[in-house]
Nanobody
Framework: QVQLVESGGGLVQPGGSLRLSCAAS????????MAWYRQAPGKEREWVAT???????DSADSVKGRFAISRDEGSHTVYLHMHSLKVEDTAIYYC??????????WGQGTRVTVSS
């Protein structure tokens, strides 16, 4: 079994920064593709950023230049560094491990609220 636990969410003012963490544990070996998604109130879940097994990274246009994804190789932990936060970044942020022996795993989410 694989578990993902996100942390780091909270309330921040516009223009502020947060770092989200996602720690994966369980039957894992090697380096996996990991991703962040978010779901704003009343909206569908949307992709935010991905880091591939060879550490290639990509992010959605809406966060490009403001958010960065990184990983800690030794602990199966992935981070989302968020800067210049906007009100529209308010959402629950979810971590995804899309393919572990054919199975996908989601975390429980961490809430980010951007408000003055």
């Amino acid at each position: 079994q694989v578990q993902l636990v996100e942390s780091g969410g909270g309330l921040v003012q516009p223009g502020g920064s947060l770092r989200l963490s996602c720690a994966a544990s369980g039957a894992l070996s090697g380096t996996y593709v990991m991703a962040w998604y978010r779901q704003a109130p009343g909206k569908e879940r949307e992709w935010v950023a991905t880091i591939n097994g060879d550490n290639r990274r990509d992010s959605a246009d809406s966060v490009k230049g403001r958010f960065a994804i990184s990983r800690d190789e030794g602990s199966h932990t992935v981070y989302l560094h968020m800067h210049s936060l906007k009100v529209e970044d308010t959402a629950i942020y979810y971590c995804l491990l899309p393919n572990v022996r054919g199975n996908a795993y989601w975390g429980q989410g961490t809430r980010v609220t951007v408000s003055s």
